[in-house]
């Protein structure tokens, strides 16, 4: 049964740090290109970061050199280290596995991803 279980979210103060981890089963996390997305309350899922087959990364600007996105092949598991964290990072982060596309310019739209996690909560705030 093919599953995703992501932890490590919780309540962090402004400028702190937080990892978050997703562990896969039912398939071989390097296979496919991973995605973590994020969801504010009220607002829309958005992409954050993206790791390739190939184990290339991608980070949208808002958490360019802030967050980092890695994978642990032996484990099956993808972390999102999140340093420097901001108020406007709260929500529910995501983990989710894209579906095979020779389109690499839509990496961080979430309808092009089939499977998700639950979702674990992070909230920044003093």
């Known amino acids: 049964q093919l599953q995703f279980v992501e932890s490590g979210g919780g309540l962090v103060q402004p400028g702190g740090s937080l990892r978050l981890s997703c562990v896969a089963s039912?398939?071989?996390?390097?296979?496919?290109?991973i995605g973590w997305f994020r969801q504010a309350p009220g607002k829309e899922r958005e992409g954050v970061s993206v790791?390739?087959?190939?184990?290339?990364?991608y980070h949208v600007d808002s958490v360019k050199g802030r967050f980092t996105i890695s994978r642990d092949n032996a484990k099956n598991t993808v972390y999102l280290q999140m340093n420097s964290l901001k108020p406007e990072d709260t929500g529910i982060y995501y983990c989710?596995?894209?579906?095979?596309?020779?389109?690499?310019?839509?990496?961080?739209?979430?309808?092009?991803?089939?499977?998700w996690g639950q979702g674990t909560q992070v909230t920044v705030s003093s």
């Open positions: 989710a596995r894209r579906s095979p596309s020779p389109d690499s310019t839509t990496k961080f739209l979430p309808g092009t991803y089939n499977y």
């Open positions: 039912g398939f071989t996390l390097d296979r496919y290109m």
């Open positions: 790791i390739s087959t190939m184990g290339h990364t």
